[in-house]
């Protein structure tokens, strides 16, 4: 039976390496694999996606108004459906997402952040967060050591910010993983 997976993780967990992964296993196996990638990522180009390591590969592009469930119909013969950046998928895409597993019995994996620069769910976790058979977090440390669950958005001189739009696409440029403790203390001392 098939299901409908969430694998999250904060920037630099390795979620693209895994969803490539993912997709070459597979594929390895004779299998068909529709890769997606929303349109609001498009930091390595419109359709293209790549990893940290060096993985790419080529994905049907979703924007805010694609169908993903009518899409399906052009795709005959797909074992599983792989989405890599999850977050920026709308709920509604999200549900199709569902119709998917549940009506046409194909696995759907979805790779992506579960929260933002601010802490806070973006519409496309939350929607997955709510309705996903299996929720797996993949881990990546702070500087420290610890856990990191933050996506913390820094300044051109190195400083967190914590407010302004929900979405900025960057990478370790941009952003960095850390645990709540030590971005909380930042903060506080970026206030002295």
């Given at each position: 039976m098939a299901k409908l997976y969430f694998k999250y993780g904060a920037m630099g967990s390795s979620k693209t390496a895994q969803a490539l992964i993912t997709k070459f296993n597979y594929e390895e196996r004779g299998m068909k694999?529709?890769?997606?990638?929303?349109?609001?990522?498009?930091?390595?180009?419109?359709?293209?996606?790549?990893?940290?390591?060096?993985?790419?590969?080529?994905?049907?592009?979703?924007?805010?108004?694609?169908d993903v469930r009518a899409a399906l119909v052009d795709h005959p013969g797909i074992d599983v459906v792989i989405v890599d950046e999850c977050q920026f998928m709308a709920p509604a895409q999200i549900?199709?997402?569902?119709?998917?597993?549940?009506?046409?019995?194909?696995?759907?994996?979805?790779?992506?952040?579960?929260?933002?620069?601010?802490?806070?769910?973006?519409p496309g976790s939350q929607r997955l967060l709510e309705i996903a058979d299996s929720i797996t977090e993949i881990k990546t440390i702070c500087a420290?050591?610890?856990?990191?669950?933050?996506?913390?958005?820094?300044?051109?001189?190195?400083?967190?910010?914590?407010?302004?739009?929900?979405?900025?696409?960057?990478?370790?440029?941009?952003y960095v993983a850390m645990c709540h403790k030590c971005w909380s203390k930042q903060i506080a001392d970026q206030k002295v």
């Open positions: 694999v529709w890769l997606l990638k929303p349109a609001t990522d498009s930091r390595d180009g419109v359709s293209t996606i790549r990893s940290r390591i060096g993985l790419s590969a080529e994905a049907e592009v979703v924007a805010a108004d694609f549900d199709a997402l569902r119709t998917i597993v549940d009506e046409d019995n194909i696995p759907v994996l979805c790779f992506g952040l579960r929260t933002d620069f601010r802490t806070k769910l973006f420290c050591g610890s856990k990191a669950i933050v996506n913390a958005r820094l300044d051109a001189n190195g400083k967190i910010i914590t407010h302004g739009a929900q979405i900025m696409l960057g990478g370790n440029d941009r």
